[in-house]
């Protein structure tokens, strides 16, 4: 069975500061993926990064960049120069292997992120 | 690409009532899947589908709820009767070859 944990169920960060928001996985699969989404207050699920378990280096996506230590099942998403278009809630997500029984995305509990002025 | 589209985006209903939501997944995706999130349990993955078959229902909460794919570009997600619990919001993805997901806007179902 797979499992994600999100310890931080509310974050602050000052405007044009880097913030990250932790995410560790539990997994027996050899090959999975790792997912961040943002759900703002109109409720929307918005990908922002994508990292798979073989890649060799962590992922970025413009402001957005993924802290995968596989060693230690952890992915972070690391936020630069926080905006106050940011706040939202933020969900760490995983899927299994490729075959037709993993395919199924298991996501945390969230991270609530409010961006202050 | 018009994403995943669903409806219809609210519904109010009474106890007791049917309600069937809708979702048209992107072209090209074989995968689908209905997930529901709320406060107490957060995202829970209901049902997904494979070229329109169902491959995992164990997250369906029980008989009143059923999900069909009748072809490739439409499922629907049914619940009867419906109860105050199943107040939530309802969310289809669908899924292709990159192995993305995209999410539909979500139906905000609340039975009264």
């Known amino acids: 069975a797979q499992k994600i944990t999100q310890t931080q169920p509310g974050m602050f960060v000052q405007e044009k500061e880097a913030v990250t928001l932790d995410c560790t996985y539990d997994?027996?699969?050899?090959?999975?993926?790792l997912f961040w989404y943002k759900q703002p207050s109109s409720g929307e699920m918005i990908f922002l990064i994508y990292q798979g378990s073989y890649d060799q280096q962590n992922a970025t996506e413009g402001r957005y960049s993924l802290n995968f230590q596989k060693a230690r099942k952890s992915a972070n998403l690391v936020i630069s120069a926080s905006q106050l278009g940011d706040s939202a809630m933020y969900f760490c997500?995983?899927?299994?292997?490729?075959?037709?029984?993993?395919?199924?995305?298991?996501f945390g509990s969230g991270t609530q992120l409010t961006v202050l002025p | 690409d018009a994403g995943v589209i669903q409806s219809p985006r609210h519904e109010v209903t009474e106890m007791g009532q049917e309600v069937t939501l809708r979702c048209k997944p992107i072209?090209?995706?074989?995968?689908l899947f209905w997930y529901r999130q709320t406060m107490m349990r957060g995202l829970e993955l209901l049902i997904y589908f494979n070229n329109n078959v169902p491959i995992d229902d164990s997250g369906m909460p029980e008989d009143r709820f059923s999900a069909k794919m009748p072809n490739a570009s439409f499922s629907t997600l049914k619940i009867q009767p419906s109860e105050p619990r199943d107040s939530a919001v309802y969310f289809c993805a669908s899924s292709g070859l990159n192995y993305g997901y995209t999410f539909g806007s979500g139906t905000r179902l609340t039975v009264v």
């Open positions: 997994t027996s699969d050899p090959s999975y993926g």
């Open positions: 072209s090209g995706h074989d995968y």
């Open positions: 997500a995983m899927r299994g292997g490729f075959s037709g029984s993993a395919r199924q995305l298991t």
